[in-house]
Protein backbone atom coordinates (compact mmCIF):
# COMPACT_ATOMS: atom_id res chain seq x y z
CA UNK A 1 0.00 0.00 0.00
CA UNK A 2 1.23 3.55 -1.18
CA UNK A 3 1.89 5.50 2.14
CA UNK A 4 2.41 9.70 1.76
CA UNK A 5 4.03 11.36 5.29
CA UNK A 6 4.23 14.67 5.28
CA UNK A 7 6.80 16.76 7.54
CA UNK A 8 7.71 20.23 8.02
CA UNK A 9 4.94 22.09 9.17
CA UNK A 10 4.90 24.92 11.42
CA UNK A 11 4.33 28.60 12.74
CA UNK A 12 5.99 31.46 11.02
CA UNK A 13 5.45 35.20 10.83
CA UNK A 14 4.15 36.46 7.49
CA UNK A 15 7.51 36.90 5.41
CA UNK A 16 9.26 34.01 7.08
CA UNK A 17 9.88 30.62 5.07
CA UNK A 18 9.17 26.48 5.30
CA UNK A 19 9.76 23.78 3.79
CA UNK A 20 7.43 20.65 3.81
CA UNK A 21 8.34 17.22 2.76
CA UNK A 22 6.53 14.05 1.79
CA UNK A 23 8.11 10.49 2.24
CA UNK A 24 6.47 8.48 -0.36
CA UNK A 25 7.19 4.64 0.09
CA UNK A 26 5.86 1.66 -1.92
CA UNK A 27 5.48 3.71 -5.41
CA UNK A 28 5.04 0.94 -8.19
CA UNK A 29 5.93 3.61 -10.85
CA UNK A 30 8.49 5.90 -11.40
CA UNK A 31 5.93 8.34 -13.38
CA UNK A 32 3.71 9.94 -11.12
CA UNK A 33 2.04 12.65 -10.27
CA UNK A 34 2.45 14.28 -6.85
CA UNK A 35 0.57 17.47 -5.96
CA UNK A 36 0.38 19.51 -2.38
CA UNK A 37 -2.79 20.46 -1.56
CA UNK A 38 -4.27 22.58 1.19
CA UNK A 39 -7.37 23.36 3.03
CA UNK A 40 -7.79 26.23 5.24
CA UNK A 41 -10.52 26.65 8.35
CA UNK A 42 -13.92 26.87 6.48
CA UNK A 43 -12.62 26.73 2.87
CA UNK A 44 -12.46 23.90 0.22
CA UNK A 45 -9.00 21.79 -0.41
CA UNK A 46 -7.36 23.89 -3.05
CA UNK A 47 -4.33 22.45 -4.84
CA UNK A 48 -1.04 24.36 -4.57
CA UNK A 49 1.47 22.61 -6.85
CA UNK A 50 2.24 19.31 -8.72
CA UNK A 51 4.92 17.92 -9.98
CA UNK A 52 5.89 14.83 -12.86
CA UNK A 53 8.10 12.70 -11.56
CA UNK A 54 9.08 11.37 -14.75
CA UNK A 55 10.29 14.66 -16.24
CA UNK A 56 9.69 17.58 -13.26
CA UNK A 57 7.54 19.15 -14.46
CA UNK A 58 5.62 21.66 -12.64
CA UNK A 59 2.68 23.39 -11.86
CA UNK A 60 1.75 26.24 -9.47
CA UNK A 61 -1.72 27.47 -8.11
CA UNK A 62 -1.75 31.56 -9.08
CA UNK A 63 -1.32 32.39 -5.50
CA UNK A 64 1.41 31.11 -4.85
CA UNK A 65 3.42 31.25 -7.90
CA UNK A 66 7.02 33.37 -7.36
CA UNK A 67 6.99 32.41 -3.37
CA UNK A 68 6.18 28.41 -3.28
CA UNK A 69 8.43 25.95 -5.44
CA UNK A 70 7.95 21.96 -5.46
CA UNK A 71 10.66 19.59 -5.96
CA UNK A 72 11.57 16.19 -5.94
CA UNK A 73 14.44 13.87 -4.48
CA UNK A 74 14.13 10.74 -6.86
CA UNK A 75 16.83 8.94 -4.98
CA UNK A 76 14.71 9.65 -1.42
CA UNK A 77 11.11 9.00 -3.00
CA UNK A 78 10.79 12.63 -1.57
CA UNK A 79 8.59 15.84 -2.69
CA UNK A 80 8.96 19.20 -0.92
CA UNK A 81 7.18 22.40 -1.01
CA UNK A 82 9.75 25.23 -0.46
CA UNK A 83 7.57 28.20 0.94
CA UNK A 84 8.70 31.19 0.99
CA UNK A 85 7.33 35.23 1.69
CA UNK A 86 4.06 33.53 3.70
CA UNK A 87 1.28 35.31 4.05
CA UNK A 88 -1.48 34.78 6.62
CA UNK A 89 -3.13 33.66 3.89
CA UNK A 90 -1.23 30.68 3.46
CA UNK A 91 -2.25 29.24 6.83
CA UNK A 92 -3.66 26.12 6.29
CA UNK A 93 -3.59 22.36 7.14
CA UNK A 94 -1.01 21.09 3.61
CA UNK A 95 -1.71 17.65 2.21
CA UNK A 96 1.12 15.70 -0.28
CA UNK A 97 -0.78 13.82 -2.51
CA UNK A 98 -0.05 11.15 -5.27
CA UNK A 99 -1.51 9.87 -8.84
CA UNK A 100 0.19 6.86 -10.09
CA UNK A 101 1.63 6.09 -13.40
CA UNK A 102 0.50 9.23 -14.84
CA UNK A 103 1.73 13.08 -16.16
CA UNK A 104 -0.11 16.12 -14.26
CA UNK A 105 -2.45 16.88 -17.52
CA UNK A 106 -5.94 17.42 -15.19
CA UNK A 107 -4.08 19.80 -12.89
CA UNK A 108 -5.67 19.88 -9.57
CA UNK A 109 -8.39 17.73 -10.28
CA UNK A 110 -8.33 15.98 -6.58
CA UNK A 111 -10.57 12.89 -7.61
CA UNK A 112 -7.65 11.69 -9.66
CA UNK A 113 -5.38 11.67 -6.93
CA UNK A 114 -6.19 8.43 -4.77
CA UNK A 115 -2.98 8.41 -2.37
CA UNK A 116 -3.28 11.04 0.32
CA UNK A 117 -1.42 12.01 3.71
CA UNK A 118 -2.47 12.47 7.07
CA UNK A 119 -1.46 16.65 6.63
CA UNK A 120 0.79 19.14 8.33
CA UNK A 121 -0.31 22.30 9.94
CA UNK A 122 1.22 25.47 8.61
CA UNK A 123 0.27 28.31 10.74
CA UNK A 124 1.47 32.01 9.70
CA UNK A 125 0.86 35.14 11.85
CA UNK A 126 0.97 38.60 11.24
Known amino acids: QVQLVESGGGSVQAGGSLRLSCAASRLPYVNNCMAWFRQAPGKEREGVATIYTYRGNTFYADSVKGRFTISQDNAKNTVSLQMNSLEPEDSAVYYC???????????????????WGQGTQVTVSS
Open 97 to 115: AASLGRACSDGFTQARFAY
